[in-house]
T-cell receptor
Framework: QKEVEQNSGPLSVPEGAIASLNCTYS??????FFWYRQYSGKSPELIMS????GDKEDGRFTAQLNKASQYVSLLIRDSQPSDSATYLC??????????FGAGTRLFVKA | DTAVSQTPKYLVTQMGNDKSIKCEQN?????MYWYKQDSKKFLKIMFS???????INETVPNRFSPKSPDKAHLNLHINSLELGDSAVYFC????????????FGEGSRLTVL
């Protein structure tokens, strides 16, 4: 079983719609959860971090964490073509390692 | 000023050669990392140093040797390059070992022919 799993996509949504990205993780001791965005040919950049159960909102982005279900999600409201990228879920279990999922490719159609 | 900078950005070389990638960060962070991203975009940790001390050493061939001369620099030397080493290598840094946010360099794309 992979440590961090994501649907590879691609996920295609029309402009203005809500994009929903999901991630599950295997280590119940995980404490810190992150979403990175990576444009093609670029490096990953952090867009959201979440540490406790529930929702965390930042602008058009909402991260949701359910530790009992070992599930993390990212919602992007009012999706824009500029949101088209690969979204990487990352999990830190309390040690030194941040483990990444394989990423979900998102396409926002104008 | 680039926060995490890597050189070179591109390397094209023959099998069996040796190559190095250099990384420098000016964020004042004390933890640095090397990640490998393969053709399927999977980002996998290789090494991490905290204040020049090796703290993560994943299952990586001995041909890969990291070196951290000080906490602002982390280099990666690869001996006897193989076709499977072709990938993008990302350097990253973070504040402390428990901090979550990683700041990535622009990546170094290695192509082994």
């Amino acid at each position: 079983q992979k440590e961090v799993e994501q649907n590879s996509g691609p996920l295609s949504v029309p402009e203005g719609a809500i994009a929903s990205l999901n991630c599950t993780y295997s280590d119940r001791g995980s404490q810190s959860f992150f979403w990175y965005r990576q444009y093609s040919g670029k490096s990953p950049e952090l867009i959201m971090s979440i540490y406790s159960n529930g929702d965390k909102e930042d602008g058009r982005f909402t991260a949701q964490l359910n530790k009992a279900s070992q599930y993390v999600s990212l919602l992007i409201r009012d999706s824009q073509p500029s949101d088209s990228a690969t979204y990487l879920c990352a999990v830190k279990a309390g040690g030194f390692k941040t483990i990444f999922g394989a990423g979900t490719r998102l396409f926002v159609k104008a | 000023d680039t926060a995490v900078s890597q050189t070179p950005k591109y390397l094209v070389t023959q099998m069996g050669n040796d190559k190095s990638i250099k990384c420098e960060q000016n964020l004042g962070h004390d933890t640095m990392y090397w990640y490998k991203q393969d053709s399927k975009k999977f980002l996998k940790i290789m090494f991490s140093y905290n204040n020049k001390e090796l703290i993560i050493n994943e299952t990586v061939p001995n041909r890969f040797s990291p070196k951290s001369p000080d906490k602002a620099h982390l280099n990666l030397h690869i001996n006897s390059l193989e076709l499977g080493d072709s990938a993008v290598y990302f350097c990253a840094s973070s504040q402390g070992t428990l901090a979550g946010e990683l700041f990535f360099g622009e990546g170094s794309r290695l192509t082994v022919l």
